[in-house]
């Protein structure tokens, strides 16, 4: 069974940092690309980052460059997201993802509270 595991959110003040963390199982992580996505109420999930499976190709939205860094531990099966320089706006539920098959999986959810 594929489960991810997110942790590490929090509240900070503008321009803190937070790292995300998430735990994957279930499945050949080092063969999959994972991602992480966020979601704002009455808002749809929107893409913030993701990583090929060698961590050799990266992808991060144009909101968050140069300010949010993904990463992945293969020997951990564990894919990371740091977040440096947050803004009210980076407020959300974070949530990893990952596409097993034809199936997508998403973590339960790690809330990122940005106050000004």
């Known amino acids: 069974e594929v489960q991810l595991q997110a942790s590490g959110g929090g509240s900070v003040q503008t321009g803190g940092s937070l790292r995300l963390s998430c735990a994957a199982s279930?499945?050949?992580?080092?063969?999959?690309?994972v991602g992480w996505f966020r979601q704002t109420p009455g808002k749809e999930r929107e893409f913030v980052a993701a990583?090929?499976?060698?961590?050799?190709?990266?992808y991060v939205v144009d909101s968050v460059k140069g300010r949010f860094t993904i990463s992945r531990d293969n020997a951990k099966n564990t894919v990371y997201l740091q977040m440096n320089s947050l803004k009210p706006e980076d407020t959300a539920v974070y949530y990893c993802?990952?596409?097993?098959?034809?199936?997508?999986?998403w973590g339960q959810g790690t809330q990122v509270t940005v106050s000004s």
């Open positions: 279930g499945f050949t992580f080092s063969g999959h690309t």
């Open positions: 990583s090929s499976w060698t961590g050799s190709l990266k």
């Open positions: 993802n990952v596409r097993v098959g034809w199936k997508n999986y």
